[in-house]
């Protein structure tokens, strides 16, 4: 006989939202930090929502890291200090951070335009 599947627990989904990146340390030193380290859960404490939003405004945050550390790996490959392989990496990752990010923000806008727009 099928077994009922039980509901996700909401660390799981974010988890699942957040991605590998947003719970495991970094390889290499001197790279953006997260604030989480590997196998840590992350700590749900408020409502649904007020913990969404707190684990989104520090993935966004994790964003800016990023994006400090790839500039800081262009001034380091301009004077001489990094590989040009290594600040490759640093800026397409965060090329594809900032992308999704933005892509991100664009579908909760729309999502919350058409929640806003429903009729009861």
Do not use: C, W
């Not at 039980?6 to 991605?19: D, F, H, S």
């Not at 007020?50 to 890291?65: H, K, M, P, T």
């Not at 400090?68 to 001034?75: H, K, L, P």
Request: charged fraction near 20%; charge should be negative.
């Amino acid at each position: 006989m099928a077994e009922a599947i039980g509901p996700i627990k909401a660390e799981v989904r974010l988890a699942q939202l957040l991605g590998d990146d947003f719970v495991s340390e970094p390889s290499q030193i001197g790279a953006p930090s997260n604030n989480i380290s590997a196998g840590q859960r992350v700590e749900l404490t408020g409502s649904p929502f007020e913990d969404i939003l707190s684990s989104a405004i520090e993935a966004l945050n994790g964003v800016s890291r990023q994006e400090m550390y790839a500039d800081q790996m262009v001034n380091s490959y301009l004077r001489g200090e990094a590989e040009l392989h290594e600040v490759m990496v640093a800026q397409s990752k965060m090329s594809i951070m900032v992308q999704l990010a933005v892509t991100t923000v664009n579908s909760a806008v729309s999502t919350f335009k058409e929640i806003t727009q429903m009729q009861i």
